[in-house]
């Protein structure tokens, strides 16, 4: 290596690293939008489709069921044919079945349409984590992969002001509000036509001279990558559940399938919820709520950045447990508190959320790192589709309190499996990071790790 030479894992940020991540971005924009106008449109979907709670579930979920579906379908195709195929091709299918929610007339025609709109951001997500962290340097490479969670919950909150404001339109106005996330999704994809394929994917599969080329162009002629291939070329789902990496599979499965299911069955229904814990006063608690969701997203960079990944996440499970617990026996005559632990509830689960983006990515060797993450995505959005799909089935049937008490268990299984299993990858190099033991496993062997990097 020469004198000035420097190498991909020790840039500093580039316009290139920008761009890559901008559009990575708005996948994560969009899915927070999507899955933010749906409780909205069905104060008016609900009562003229005259949907029961088994259908109301199912449309909630319906894209989270495309996801699960995308993840694992697209995540395997990216690691065999490329990133960059993938990274196109998702938002053609989600620019087009957005559009297609304008014109349904059934409820199943609609659980159709977001079940493709799912299977495109699924397929998204595995690639887009992919090939961010693929290009990103280790120092700045957790920000980057925890930003994921900022954007999404600003498309959500977007969806939530935008819903509001469409009410106005009509009867009809639901199928205005479903049918403008094809406006995000489609500069999306025009912004993504030019992406060049991972260097270090094309490393992977011997393109040596490919991939220097990308580098060469993209991020400068002093910059060198580790050309070294994995000894064994192998990719699929057999190697994430082979013994080297099947507890790395488990835990990032489950760890992400524990925040999200909380997440998303209070979120889609938050509207409800609040109205049936006698905390819906006009907008301003929803307002609150989803300005904790912002600010929680902004406070998880930072967390991201002052601490241990491992210990981050373990003390985040452990305050939404405690939480949500409270939430499920507070009395309706505490309705103060109720919205100060509502409020701590909020901040920290969006907060903590900014993890799902960065342990998948950094847990997974290049030639299975987006069937690994597809795979993560994909356990966490079935987990997510039965917990939204099952909510207001469970609310109806045994009561919210219960419900709510069913969800606080989740996260405290969350704490349980985290502390066991979770490894620490901070300050490591994407390699590194990929070798690095948990606890359980390595006996101190991160620790040292760690220590020695720093």
Known sequence: MSAQSVKIDDLPIGRFHLKIAGLTFGAHFTDGYILGLI???????????????????????????????????FGWISDKVGRQKIFLVSFVLIT?????????????????????????????????HAMLA???????????????????????????????????????????MLASSAIPAALILIAR????????????????????AVVKKHLGDNVELDETRSSENHSGYA???????????AFNCLFFVCIVMPYFAIYTFLPS????????????????????????????IWCTIRFTRRGFLINAFIILAVALFLLAVLPGSAAWLMVLVFGVFTLVLSAVSNLVGVFPAESFPTEVRA?????????????????????????????????????????????????????????????????????????????????ASV
């Not at 280790?138 to 999404?152: E, N, T, Y």
């Not at 299993?421 to 606890?439: F, G, N, R």
Request: with cysteine.
């Open 96 to 128: 087009l079945a957005s559009v297609m929610q304008f014109y349904v007339e059934t409820a199943m025609s609609l659980f159709l349409c977001r079940v493709l709109i799912g299977i495109g951001l699924g397929g998204d997500f595995s690639v887009g």
């Open 239 to 249: 190697v994430l559940f082979s013994r080297e990496y099947r507890k790395r599979t």
């Open 39 to 73: 409780g909205i449109a069905f104060t008016l979907l609900s009562p003229q489709m005259q949907l029961d709670a088994f259908w109301q579930g199912l449309i909630g979920a319906s894209a989270l069921i495309g996801l699960f579906l995308g993840s694992l379908f």
């Open 193 to 212: 036509i030019g992406t060049p394929e991972s260097p270090r994917w094309l490393v992977n599969q011997g393109r040596v001279a490919e991939a220097r």
């Open 134 to 176: 693929e290009f990103a340097p280790k120092k700045h490479r957790g920000v980057l992969l925890g930003s994921f969670s900022v954007i999404w919950t600003f498309g959500y909150v977007a969806a939530t002001f935008v819903g509001t404001a469409m009410l106005s339109l009509g009867d009809d106005a639901w199928r205005w």
């Open 273 to 300: 919820i609040l109205q049936k814990m006698g905390l819906a006063e006009g907008f301003g608690t929803e307002l609150m709520l989803n300005m904790l969701l912002i600010l929680g997203a902004l406070i998880g």
């Open 371 to 451: 069937s690994g993450i597809g795979l993560a995505t994909a356990v966490s959005r079935l987990g997510s589709a039965v917990s939204t799909f099952l909510l207001p089935v469970s609310v109806a049937g045994i009561g919210l309190s219960p419900t709510m008490g069913i969800l606080a268990a989740i996260l405290a299984i969350g704490a349980l499996l985290s502390w066991a299993w979770a490894p620490e990858t901070k300050s490591l190099t994407l390699s590194q990071a990929c070798k690095a033991q948990s606890p359980v496993e390595g006996g101190g062997v991160v620790a040292a790790k760690v220590a």
